[in-house]
Nanobody
Framework: QELLVESGGGSVEAGGSLRLSCTAS????????VAWFRQAPGKEREGVSS????????DYADSVKGRFTISLDNDMKTVYLQMIGLKPGDAAVYYC?????????????????????WGQGTQVTVSS
């Protein structure tokens, strides 16, 4: 059984909205870093946003700041990524991942090696 399960992806027109969910199947997000990454075809996986579930601190890549919002559900088992004003450049497979601590760099500089557990990904398609 997978530890992290993403859902909420889909196909929208430019300017549309989606809310992605990352649900922990066997644990709670207590005092860990949960991040969202995305990977477009032919590109490297890039960090998009993160939340420190212990402090509530959030961070965003410049490319999504002001359009994406990361949040933690009160049950501490689901992290959301609310995306508005979607652009064709946002199209990618979105992954959530966890680490004991959020790396002390901007999300754009996150690497996959910084995070231990990963979900299977959910596809986001944005048409122009």
């Amino acid at each position: 059984q997978e530890l992290l399960v993403e859902s909420g992806g889909g196909s929208v027109e430019a300017g549309g909205s989606l809310r992605l969910s990352c649900t922990a199947s066997r644990v709670t997000y207590s005092g860990v870093c949960v991040a969202w990454f995305r990977q477009a075809p032919g590109k490297e996986r890039e960090g998009v946003s993160s939340i420190d579930t212990g402090t509530g601190s959030t961070d965003y890549a410049d490319s999504v700041k002001g359009r994406f919002t990361i949040s933690l559900d009160n049950d501490m088992k689901t992290v959301y990524l609310q995306m508005i004003g979607l652009k064709p450049g946002d199209a990618a497979v979105y992954y959530c991942a966890t680490s004991f601590d959020c790396p002390a760099v901007r999300p754009e500089a996150y690497t996959t090696a910084d995070f231990r557990y990963w979900g299977q990904g959910t596809q986001v398609t944005v048409s122009s």
